[in-house]
């Protein structure tokens, strides 16, 4: 007989399904719609539409697109076996009351705290949930926006939702209003099964978009995606498509709004983390239009408008102001074309003038012409002011 002592029993492994069961069960208490589990293997046919729109351009400077990485899970941790794909609900959020003119638009999903900590928290206590379920630390890579990583595409190979039309990752019974994080892990799970394409004839998405951003179904154009234009963007917005910005001011839910799988019986629900800030929903358009860098920085803290700067935020409230034909905003617009230190946004800002038009507009504009030392914002101007003075009249 040996003298050792026995060794302790190790821990029975539960079964891989229902490893994936209790992941799902800890998912609901946390608030996530949905959780899917894919392999981490390339997506090679996301792969291909993605390379296809660099080349034809229609990523416009969204250089970072062409990462390796955001099509091949494995180049994102050593050792990647299965994604964890989660699904947090984002609404839909407010919007801005009928008749309410100069209030602007913020698309649903940046109303509230920025989504990026919490879906991050949530991901961590799934992936060390996992840890204590298989009896090993867990290798893993969480990636919310924070890692160039498909999570669309990989939300689809795991089952959890099919791909609309707009490109959007719709989730049945919950829609296209979800916000989407992914775990990369070191752990063998069992993958979903991917579904069957939802949208059937359907169009609503591609025909409703103000700026004609969809080339056909799944392809889009991003330099004319107003969620591109307006955050992801520090130039001017070619002028053809500032009309169908509105009263937009950071993103856009036309697409989403426009979708039947968002317009069921039951109501859609919203993490209580995202819940709409009453400076966000709706935005005050005459105080961003004119914003500081101390206001730009108290409006945008834990939000997701930090994705966009101050200039950018001022320039896409001034578009919407000249949107709004209320010539209430040609105060606030007419010292944000004297005052403000970004050539950028003094452009719009004398577009959105020559939009509205009448005599203060008129001597706001002259000013800019006469005393901008830039050629940019002279340029517009001069434009701007043949089309305020015809309507000084109005």
């Known amino acids: 007989m040996s003298d050792e ?20 069960r800890l998912a609901a208490s946390l608030g996530l719609v949905r959780l899917g589990v894919t392999t981490a293997d390339p997506l090679p046919d996301a792969q291909a539409r993605l390379a296809r729109m660099i080349a034809d351009g229609r990523h416009g400077s969204l250089d970072w697109l062409a990462s390796d990485a955001r099509t091949d899970p494995r180049l994102l941790l050593e050792g990647a076996r299965s994604v964890l794909v989660a699904a947090l609900p984002c609404g839909p959020g407010a919007s801005p009351g009928a008749g309410d003119q100069l209030a602007g638009e913020v698309a649903s999903y940046a109303q509230g705290a920025d989504y990026r900590p919490a879906l991050k928290a949530k991901l961590e206590a799934l992936v060390a949930r996992l840890g204590e379920v298989v009896g090993r630390p867990v290798r893993a890579r969480l990636c919310v926006d924070t890692a160039p990583l498909m ?83 520090d130039v001017p917005v070619p002028e053809p498509l500032r009309e169908g910005i509105g009263l937009r001011a950071f993103g856009c839910d036309e697409c989403q709004r426009v979708c039947p799988y968002n317009h069921g019986a039951a109501p859609r629900s919203r993490a209580p983390e995202l819940a709409p800030r009453p400076a966000l929903a709706p935005l005050d358009l005459l105080a961003t239009v004119e914003l500081g860098a101390a206001g730009y920085r108290k409006l945008v803290k834990r939000t997701s408008l930090r994705r966009a700067s101050r200039a950018a935020l001022a320039r896409n409230a001034a578009i919407a102001l000249g949107n709004t034909g209320d010539r209430r905003g040609v105060p606030a617009l007419a010292r944000a074309l004297a005052l403000d230190p970004k050539p950028l946004v003094r452009r719009h800002a004398a577009w959105a003038l020559g939009r509205l038009g009448g005599p203060d507009a008129v001597l706001a504009l002259e000013a800019a012409l006469r005393d901008d030392a830039d050629p940019a914002v002279r340029h517009e101007a001069k434009r701007a002011l043949a089309a305020a003075s015809s309507a000084a009249v109005g």
């Open 5 to 24: 002592p026995p060794r302790p029993a190790r821990p029975a492994r539960a079964p891989a399904h229902a490893v994936v069961a209790e992941l799902e």
């Open 151 to 233: 999570e669309r595409a990989l939300a689809v190979r795991s089952g959890i939702a099919f791909a609309g039309k707009s490109t959007f990752a719709i989730v049945p019974g919950v829609g296209t209003w979800v916000l989407l994080g992914a775990a990369v892990v070191d752990v063998a799970l069992p993958a979903g099964i991917p579904l069957e394409d939802g949208c059937g004839g359907c169009r609503a998405c591609l025909d409703a978009c103000p700026t004609s951003a969809f080339v056909d179904a799944h392809v889009l154009d991003a330099r004319r995606c107003i969620s591109y234009l307006t955050i992801e963007t």
